[in-house]
């Protein structure tokens, strides 16, 4: 992780570093170009139609 990037961004460098293939959407990408005054509490990231999620130990996400 870049020493110089505002914690603000770890959590997208950490995405993209684990799941380059991965797209961050929804509410996370309208706040990344200032298109909501709504602050996300979790990043939104999209992975391909058939890909599985990997199991940090983190958030679980239930399956649509």
């Known amino acids: 992780m870049p020493i110089d990037a505002p914690p603000a961004d770890w959590e ?23 298109l909501t005054d709504a602050i996300p509490d979790a990043l939104d990231v999209a992975i ?3 890909a599985r999620a990997q199991n940090t130990g983190r958030d679980q996400v239930a399956p649509l």
């Open 48 to 50: 391909p139609r058939g």
């Open 12 to 34: 997208q460098i950490e995405a993209a570093t684990r799941r380059p293939d991965a797209t961050i959407c929804l509410l996370s990408v309208l706040a990344h170009y200032d």
